[in-house]
């Protein structure tokens, strides 16, 4: 009989075990390694633009020192808002009728284009846009940009409602539809409740999304140095920004768009620790 | 529920032991005060009373045990109660044996009653007594003692045999009246008997214990 | 006849091209436990839900046939309407996770927008927690969520939801199914004590069950009512012989 505790080729074993160990843990530290990489770069080279002057005032002309992206901050805010306007009441109206009516044909095509929506590339929303919108119009505006930004914003809320839709139990709806409760008032009193958590988080994530796209703003937004508050005016927007000043031949440009990059980043940053927040603490128990 | 259930099969059960115990004294008072009314109201309405009841309790404990299936404990008091409803109304059927009896005496206008009797009556009204007392209050030692007593009564009740059939020699014009008093003699013998059926069964219910037949001698 | 709730006459009921329940005729007494005992796949939940109109719900489900509550007919009544009439507790606890323990009991109410003084829903509330034996156990806890609550209570919660809006009938769809035995035998004995306010129609699996509770009992086997009488009489004399093999265990 053999003893294994004392096998030569046990203890090979055993060791080949742990070197698989740590060769996963590496593997798997490897992949935030860039992420770090990224803020610390950012943070370092950003850090010196940001004071309240930056936050507070328009980007000044070329030359002069200072200067700050009110126009970008207000522009960014402006477009999510009218992407969040367009896309979450559709969004979440098609995860209800998705969720409700699984297995009929219509939902099968939404569903369908919901998935096709989200692989599109960013530019070609922004060129459909610019041509549905843009040329009608004659000119660029952040509704154009807005809406662009929403067409993308929508599949990850439709997934999001519908999926967090799915994991409500039916005996819930039938509870609620034993007590006379109407069909309506049952998905808007007792469904979309229970799954306000999973909405919400879909609806954050969905801006985190948009709030860093600058492709489907080339031809919609299109940017604007100065202050604009009407949504039929070209807006000015952080990833635009950064885009247009990083690409300059000027040093101070630069240095304004580590110090946007730094804003936008911490704002997506937030967003997605705000989500996790959220989730935990919101989520319904069944 | 079951427990309900339980509680008024027992009050039925012992509104029963009540009219036996009522059976027994009626005709007992019957044939020893030669009163032909107790023993006629033995006869005529309190057997058909006793068979009623009897239906009654036994469909309760079928329908207890086939809706609530009890168990342990509760399942022991139903199939007892079942057991010694049967007791109880072959008890009645013995006083409604001495009531006839003890009538066709009183008709025949025969007093020689030995002088014993009284005395197996009473050890026997009080075996039943005893047996149901000891089932209500769920007292195995009572019931012990009802045991120890039926001897006794086997006793009293085997002289009293002899003595009958030594009065009979030379009076054989009274033959029917003697084998009348012999009959009451034996159901009073049964009774006791029943008596102590029920006292068994008592132990068994309390000790989950079967004394029939000795079986915890061997 | 002032002692029958519910009529039923000639029900058929369909999903799609299956009839999954035939012919079906019965009268439910009022103030009594009536258990629907079956096999899996017999057709009771499928005839209960047609009792409050759940089955509309289900797609392609389609029912024949008459029902009548209290003389009215059932089909001409706003569904909605039935459903307060005829209330339904489901296999699963399933209250309102969104809803305290409180807001749990007057769902109805809440969801149905029916607007009612505080005192009056405070009244309310405790009379079905009361009558649902939960009252003693949630009193101080009535603005916490219904959902921290055990199963068993979780349940008697929904009972008391279903009691809020003074249904004339109750449907109890395997209650206990999901419940540990002693939480099983609380909601019994609530059942019982339930009877003398509400007409309660109880589908059941659990052969012990419909005695242990049940005054009358019916037993279905594909789709079709066998046979319907006292429990007394189904478990000591079953008149059919589907209902004694069912009962003794040979079928189902």
């Known amino acids: ?286 | 529920m079951l427990k309900e259930n339980i509680k008024l099969l027992r009050k039925d059960f012992i509104s029963y032991t009540i009219l036996i115990d009522r059976m027994i004294s009626e005709s007992a008072r019957g044939v020893l005060g030669n009163s032909e009314n107790l023993m006629k109201n033995v006869i005529e309405n309190l057997e058909k009373e006793a068979n009623e009841e009897e239906l009654i309790i036994e469909e309760k404990c079928i329908n207890i045990i086939a809706k609530y299936e009890p168990k342990a404990a509760d399942l022991r008091l139903v199939l007892m109660i079942f057991k010694i409803n049967n007791d109880l109304e072959r008890i009645a059927d013995h006083t409604v044996n001495i009531a006839e009896s003890g009538l066709y005496l009183v008709k025949k206008n025969f007093t020689l009653y030995p002088e014993s009797f009284p005395l197996l009556v009473k050890n026997v009204s009080r075996m039943y007594h005893d047996s149901i007392d000891s089932f209500l209050q769920s007292d195995s030692a009572l019931a012990e003692d009802v045991l120890k007593k039926d001897s006794t009564v086997d006793r009293l009740e085997y002289l009293m045999v002899g003595k009958i059939i030594r009065h009979l020699q030379g009076k054989e014009d009274r033959v029917k009246e003697y084998i009348n008093l012999e009959r009451i003699v034996r159901n009073y013998e049964r009774i006791a008997d029943l008596a102590t059926n029920i006292c068994e069964d008592v132990i068994y219910i309390d000790k989950a214990k079967v004394v029939k037949h000795h079986k915890d001698e061997s | 006849m002032d002692n029958i709730v519910l009529q039923v006459k000639n029900l058929n009921v369909y999903y799609g091209s299956k009839k999954v329940v035939s012919n079906l005729n019965i009268e439910i007494f009022r103030n009594y436990i009536t258990a629907v005992m079956g096999p899996s796949g017999c057709g009771k939940t499928t005839f209960i839900r047609t009792l409050n109109r759940m089955h509309e719900f289900t797609p392609n489900a389609k029912a024949e046939g008459s029902i009548i509550l209290n003389g009215q007919v059932l089909d001409k009544m706003d569904p909605i309407l039935v459903r307060r009439r005829i209330g339904m507790v489901f296999q699963k606890p399933n209250p309102f996770p969104t809803m305290n323990i409180h807001d749990n009991v007057i769902a109805g109410y809440i969801l149905n927008g029916i607007r009612m003084k505080k005192s009056d829903l405070n009244a309310i509330v405790e009379d079905c927690l009361t009558k649902a034996g939960l009252w003693e156990e949630v009193k101080d806890d009535l603005y916490k969520k219904g959902t921290f609550l055990s199963g068993g209570q979780q349940q008697r919660l929904c009972i008391a939801r279903a009691l809020a809006m003074q249904p004339d009938i109750l449907l109890l769809d395997e209650p206990t199914s999901a419940l540990d035995p002693i939480a099983t035998a609380h909601i019994e004995e609530l059942i019982v004590e339930l009877k003398k306010d509400v007409t309660i129609l109880l589908v059941t699996h659990n052969i012990a069950q419909a005695g242990r509770v049940s005054d009358y009992v019916t037993f279905m086997y594909l789709g079709e009512l066998i046979e319907y009488g006292t429990a007394e009489q189904m478990f000591t004399a079953p008149e059919n012989e589907k209902t004694n093999k069912f009962l003794t265990g040979a079928i189902g």
């Open chain 1, 1 to 286: 009989m053999n003893n294994f505790d004392t096998d030569k080729h046990f203890k090979f074993r055993k060791l080949k075990n742990k070197v698989f160990k740590y060769f996963l843990y590496f593997l798997s530290s490897l992949s935030i390694i860039p992420l770090i990489l990224i803020i610390v770069h950012i943070f370092k080279n950003g850090i010196s633009a940001i004071n309240i002057n930056f936050f507070t005032s328009l980007p000044k002309p070329v030359g002069e020192s200072g200067g700050g992206i009110l126009n970008a901050i207000v522009g960014t805010s402006m477009l999510v808002m009218i992407a969040s306007v367009m896309a979450i009441p559709v969004g979440i109206s098609t995860g209800v009728y998705l969720n409700e009516h699984r297995k009929n044909r219509l939902s099968y095509y939404i569903q369908l284009s919901a998935e096709v929506l989200q692989s599109i590339p960013s530019i070609v929303i922004g060129i459909v846009a610019w041509i549905w919108i843009v040329l009608p119009m004659g000119h660029f505006s952040a509704l154009s940009g807005g809406i662009a930004l929403g067409i993308m914003m929508l599949p990850t809320i439709i997934k999001s409602t519908e999926e967090t839709l799915k994991l409500i139990p039916h005996s819930l709806k039938e509870a609620s539809l034993a007590l006379g409760v109407p069909y309506y008032k049952t998905i808007l009193k007792v469904l979309l409740p229970a799954s306000l958590s999973g909405i919400i988080t879909g609806i954050l994530i969905g801006i985190a999304r948009i709030a860093g796209e600058t492709a489907p703003l080339l031809f919609t937004a299109f940017g604007n140095p100065f202050l604009n508050f009407s949504i039929n005016k070209p807006v000015a927007s952080l990833p635009l920004l950064i885009f247009n000043y990083a690409t300059s031949p000027y040093d101070d440009w630069h240095k304004i768009a580590w110090g946007a990059s730094l804003v936008l980043i911490t704002f997506i940053f937030t967003l997605n620790i705000f989500t996790r927040l959220f989730t935990k603490k919101y989520k319904v128990k069944f």
